[in-house]
């Protein structure tokens, strides 16, 4: 591979290339258009609105974040832009969303909400409105050489996005700019702090793009009612009644809803499997049992950034199968047009169907898988 250099929009032409930056209302797009606006891009600021079902339950919050948006805009002297994509949110997101906890699996919708909504509806929308380039608050570095663009990791370990950004594509990659590559999120909210912007100390958003934070159970089950059925463990004890086997996901502790279980030792429980034949949810013990544990996995719909897969199998690489998780050195051996297979060097835990697969190599981030199911040799 050719030096890669980092992946920017010449602001010294005349006029200077304009930037749209997705303006959230929290403090990391907040400081990536100031940054902007001191490398000598002509900025300007877009806020969407991206959710619109129970807006008056509180938990969207949308009212307060624009509210925060207004007032960065106006103290960094930049035009905001509002728009409203609950429509393609609800279709290319929320459908498949519920579609695959309807399927028992479990999705990882800001994967699909970064590829869908922020860098496809939020581009196209930016593109219509004159501008070169989208800027987010994303934590992941870009990076252009003679083979095209690359992702990589950031300088904060603890906040790197990639993991979420893997479905993006060349063209994608063209159009953006991540100005938070090179900082910690202390030194964001101390730039933030500096400038005496609002929200400098409003904390990270969490739960579900866009939807935010609920009680997960009850939100799911407006969308998709209770289906009540057994919990048992792997052998045929019945350990109580579960309200769904779409609420729950392979490795959970929390929330099983089982107290005290007579002839069973006292430790924690955790989810091992979904018989969706008998409608059973299975549970164990051992956070190491058999069953939470596989040597590698099968994937669907391999994505590569590159737009090619790598030019031979099997490919030594590295892997994650869940955010923040430590890279894991594992082997591609098999690839094919809807699925790949993958072994690891070291037994992974709760390999979860529905989750995302993301593979890395020197630091850069190739793209990845839908997790389809684990497998031992």
């Given at each position: 591979m050719t030096s890669a250099s980092p992946a920017t929009f010449n602001p010294s032409t005349t006029p200077p290339a304009r930037v749209i930056v997705g303006l959230s209302g929290g403090v990391d797009?907040?400081?990536?258009?100031?940054l902007l606006l001191e490398q000598g891009?002509?900025?300007?600021?877009?806020?969407m609105k991206n959710w619109e079902e129970d807006d008056r339950a509180g938990y969207c919050a949308a009212a307060e974040d624009l509210g925060d948006a207004q007032a960065v805009a106006e103290r960094l002297g930049i035009r905001l832009h509002t728009v409203n994509f609950a429509t393609e949110y609800w279709d290319r997101v929320f459908a498949e969303f519920l579609s695959e906890y309807q399927a028992l699996r479990t999705p990882n919708p800001d994967v699909l909400c970064n590829r869908e909504i922020k860098f496809t509806a939020f581009l196209d929308h930016a593109l219509s409105l004159g501008a070169d380039a989208i800027a987010t608050g994303h934590y992941a570095r870009i990076m252009q050489d003679a083979e095209g663009y690359h992702l990589r990791l950031c300088a904060d370990t603890e906040k790197d996005q990639t993991y979420f950004l893997h479905l993006l594509d060349q063209a994608q990659l063209a159009r953006a700019i991540f100005p938070l590559h090179d900082l910690t999120?202390?030194?964001v909210r101390a730039i933030a702090t500096r400038l005496g912007l609002r929200n400098a100390a409003k904390k990270d958003s969490t739960g579900i793009c866009f939807i935010g934070e609920r009680r997960f159970r009850e939100f799911l089950a407006t969308y998709l009612p209770p289906t009540p059925g057994s919990i048992e463990t792997p052998d045929g004890m019945r350990l109580g009644e579960h309200q769904g086997l779409a609420y729950y996901t392979i490795g959970q502790r929390q929330g099983l809803g089982i107290g005290g279980?007579?002839?069973a030792r006292e430790s924690a429980w955790y989810v091992a499997a979904k018989d969706q034949a008998r409608n059973a949810l299975i549970l164990v013990q051992d956070s190491q049992h058999p069953l939470l544990m596989s040597d590698g996995l099968d994937g669907l719909c391999p994505h590569w950034i590159a737009g090619r897969a790598p030019a031979q199998f099997p490919f030594q690489c590295q892997a994650r199968l869940r955010h923040r998780q430590l890279l894991q050195?594992?082997?591609i051996f098999?690839?094919?047009?809807v699925g790949c297979r993958v072994s690891f060097r070291l037994q992974q835990r709760a390999v979860t169907p529905g989750q995302s697969m993301v593979f890395y190599h020197d630091g850069e981030c190739l793209g990845g898988a839908v997790i389809e199911r684990g497998w031992n040799a």
């Open positions: 797009s907040a400081v990536a258009a100031h891009y002509a900025v300007e600021a877009l806020f999120k202390p030194e279980i007579a002839n050195d594992c082997e098999s690839i094919g047009d």
